[in-house]
């Protein structure tokens, strides 16, 4: 193994075990949009005892269902809601989370770095020199 390919290595394994340098951890940001449709999402800063949320709601009269993002009081993540939207009903369930802008989508989860996948794709590269690629 060449110097570059352990440098390489070893940038990867500081970014898997979280070791990598980041900024001080100010509030938390999330994304926000009403029940209106189609959800145009914002980021916003929380406050600090918020966190971010998704808020589900599905109609007593219908099948129908919307969605909500927003900051939420931690204490409301675990608690069904209700609320009133264009004169229907709805019973809303909450879905939390403690990471910025981590409400963007309700099923789809992304990558947790995209640095972290580029290195993992380049030292796989340098270490079996390249054959993968040709």
């Known amino acids: 193994m060449g110097t570059s390919s352990i ?5 990867f394994l500081c970014g898997a075990l979280g070791l990598t340098t980041s900024p001080a951890r100010g509030r938390l940001h999330c ?25 589900i709601g599905t109609s007593d009269q219908n099948d129908e269902v919307i ?16 609320t009133t939207y264009w004169l ?4 809303l369930t909450h879905h939390c989370c403690e990471q910025d802008l981590c409400n963007a989508a309700t ?4 990558p947790p770095s995209l640095l972290l996948t580029t290195l993992l794709l380049l030292a796989v590269s340098f270490t079996w020199g390249g054959h993968l690629f040709y």
Not at 7 to 11: R, S
Not at 88 to 91: A, E, F, I, L, P
Not at 107 to 110: A, C, D, E, I, Y
């Open 67 to 82: 969605e909500r993002k927003a900051c939420l009081p931690r204490a409301q993540c675990p608690l069904p809601g209700h």
């Open 7 to 11: 440098f390489l290595c070893i940038l």
């Open 88 to 91: 229907r009903s709805y019973t």
């Open 31 to 55: 994304y926000t949009c009403t029940f209106a449709k189609p959800c145009y999402p914002v980021p916003t800063e929380c406050q600090d005892d918020e966190v971010c949320g998704t808020s």
């Open 107 to 110: 099923s789809l989860q992304w």
